[in-house]
């Protein structure tokens, strides 16, 4: 076994003045070792530059960003902690998480996923996080179960249902209805907002109804509405054009 060189050595000592757990040191330190060998010389001989190019290369050959940063992590503590540069942790950036576009169903989709839920119960409260409440099927839930404390109630009446429950209702009418998608309470929701896109509703309605800060949380459905962007028309199309062959 090769002997470990000091430099190694003191990063380690610094890891673990600093309590960091086993698996984070070991993760840290095979971070640091591919990036020396990345350039074939000891880190210590390497700039902010250099730690530039190891980037671009790691995202180039398709690193997670998690990975990404858990490397940028160990950088940023070798150079800050060990080499003592205190001013190049904060010029090390880390790899913003990539936004991934919501699971929606189809409006048929949405019709057999609440079809399959056996409990009138939490078949409203699944129904109402779809449509922010459909008056009919509420009506027949108060009509049955008349909840006193909470709309929809827990198995103890003074508390609310478990979120729990209604996952766990998700995943058993996924099931019984056939839906290959993955989907959550969520899902309910991002379908909700999809499928009122899709009808003409103004997005900034649609925004209230979610109750989103930030218009741009809502544009995202957009990126996910096909049907929206079959049937957008282009604004020539509006316009009534004779044409006239050239003379």
Not at 1 to 24: G, Q
Not at 59 to 87: D, K, M, P
Not at 99 to 104: I, N, Q, S
Not at 166 to 182: I, P, Q
């Amino acid at each position: 076994m090769a002997e470990m060189s000091p430099l190694r050595r003191r990063m380690i000592e610094d890891m673990t003045v600093r309590n960091l757990s086993p698996a984070t040191q070991r993760s840290y330190v095979h971070a640091v070792a591919k990036f020396s060998r990345y350039f074939g010389c000891s880190p210590d001989r390497l700039d902010l530059e250099d730690v530039r190019a190891f980037q671009v290369h790691l995202v180039a050959n398709g690193i997670s960003w998690a990975a990404l940063n858990q490397t940028v992590c160990a950088l940023r503590f070798f150079y800050g902690v060990t080499l003592r540069h205190g001013e190049v942790p904060e010029r090390i950036p880390y790899a913003r998480e990539p936004r991934k576009l919501p699971v929606v169903l189809s409006a048929d989709e949405v019709v057999r996923f609440l079809e399959a839920v056996p409990s009138l119960k939490t078949r409203a409260a699944l129904t109402t996080t779809y449509a922010a409440g459909l008056l009919g099927i509420l009506r027949t839930y108060w009509r049955l179960a008349r909840p006193q404390h909470w709309l929809f109630p827990g198995r103890d009446e003074t508390k609310p249902i478990d979120v729990q429950v209604l996952h766990a209702a998700c995943r058993s009418a996924c099931a019984a209805a056939g839906l290959a998608k993955h989907v959550t309470v969520h899902t309910l929701r991002h379908s909700f907002a999809t499928h009122l896109l899709e009808a003409g509703t103004d997005i900034r309605i649609i925004q209230v109804l979610l109750g989103h800060a930030n218009l741009s949380s809502t544009a995202r459905y957009t990126r996910v509405s096909n049907g929206l962007i079959r049937r957008t028309e282009s604004p020539l199309d509006r316009l009534t054009l004779e044409v006239v062959p050239p003379a």
